[in-house]
């Protein structure tokens, strides 16, 4: 099967193209390095002995998506392309709904001119807004989003369930991630933020490698175990080998609209990560506990059953292989 990618070097997009190759599909890569490294298809080359056939250019560009659909018969979409920074999105909320929304509906244009109906689509926990309850589930009230990213999701999410209204024959996926960290273990490929680093887990280890001073807990008077918040820690490799289950589900069954929370179901605070990450790789990193974060909720973890039955989504990865493997990248990356 051949699987086009969008955003196929970025974080999360870069380990499921590791992933896919491993399990034979052909990726198609496209990317526009916004927000990510050449180098990395050599990486995704070195990782798998396979290569993936490359495109470079914007997903708003109608007939570069043509070309590419003409050049190969595609036989389904996993869509990564989108900008990602909730700060920054408060600041350019027109440059995130024409990246994050027209891109798609150009995309879906393009897919339907093609006949081609598999897509899964890389939603986020941001779309549940502040959860009215945990676990949250599939089920659980979705809206309420603080930011223009966290909406730019909602919208999309919503444009596919109009269109499979419309047209039945689509196979939709939309996957909605928790909170992604660590890196492939090889210490290959990982998350490489564009400047001072907006998210817990990025920030830690440039506080282990000096390049920042000190971590800014955001707040410890939240209603929690040890009032710092907590989230649902996915391994990013877990997170990349739920994509292949959902394009396997496609494939196989197809012909439907379903929905994922992409989580472990258990909820660490702010502290758990930063001891982890001390014990696991023996580093001691400084902390100061400052205000709360404008927008940030207490708690937000997963129900993740509905995968676990549906897709036979299993993370297998503990909390200590995601802050080893985390810091094993920055190490291996530090110039
Ligand atoms: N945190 C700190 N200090 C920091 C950064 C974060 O204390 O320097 C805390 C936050 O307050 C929060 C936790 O660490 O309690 C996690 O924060 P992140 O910024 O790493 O992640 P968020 O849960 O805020 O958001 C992330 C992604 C969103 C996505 C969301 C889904 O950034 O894109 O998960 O739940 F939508």
Redesign the pocket.
């Known amino acids: 099967m051949k699987i086009l990618v969008t955003g196929c070097c970025g974080y999360i997009g870069s380990h499921t193209c590791v992933e896919l190759l491993n399990n034979n599909y052909e990726v198609i890569g496209l990317d526009n390095f916004s927000n990510s490294k050449k180098d990395v298809l050599d990486k995704i080359e070195v990782l798998t002995g396979k290569e993936i056939k490359f495109y470079e250019g914007n997903m708003l560009d109608e007939d570069f998506i043509r070309k590419i659909f003409k050049e190969n018969k595609i036989d389904g979409v996993i869509d990564f392309a989108a900008y990602?920074a909730?700060g920054e999105s408060m600041q350019k909320p027109v440059e995130y709904y024409i990246n994050n929304v027209s891109s798609v509906l150009v995309l879906l244009k393009v897919m339907k001119e093609f006949n081609c109906k598999k897509l899964v689509f890389s939603s986020?926990?941001?779309v549940y807004g502040s959860p009215e309850e945990v676990p949250i589930s599939e089920n659980s009230k979705t809206g309420g989003t603080t930011n223009p990213?966290?909406t730019s999701?909602l919208i999309v999410e919503r444009i596919l369930k109009d269109l499979y209204e419309a047209d039945n024959s689509m196979d939709i996926c939309i996957l909605r991630?928790?909170?992604p960290i660590g890196a492939h273990p090889s210490g290959l490929i990982g998350e490489e933020p564009n400047g001072v680093?907006?998210?817990?887990?990025p920030?830690i280890v440039k506080v282990a490698n000096k390049k920042l001073e000190c971590?800014?807990?955001?707040?410890n008077d939240y209603d929690t175990k040890d009032g710092?918040?907590?989230?649902d820690y996915i391994h990013v490799v877990d997170l990349a080998k739920g994509h292949v289950l959902a394009m396997e589900k496609l494939e196989k069954e197809g012909q439907g609209l379903y929905i994922y929370n992409l989580g472990t179901g258990t909820g660490y605070s702010?502290l758990d990560i930063v001891k982890a990450f001390e014990k696991e790789n023996g580093i001691k990193i400084k902390y100061k506990i400052t205000k709360?974060?404008p927008g940030?909720i207490a708690m937000?973890y997963s129900n993740p059953s509905k995968a676990k039955e549906e897709l036979g989504f299993i993370c297998e990865k503990t909390l200590e292989d995601m802050v080893r493997d985390a810091w094993n990248f920055e190490k291996r990356n530090k110039n």
């Open positions: 990602k909730v986020s926990a941001t990213y966290g999701k991630y928790f909170n680093p907006a998210n817990l887990m920030y971590l800014s807990i955001f707040g710092t918040g907590v989230r702010v709360r974060r940030d937000c």
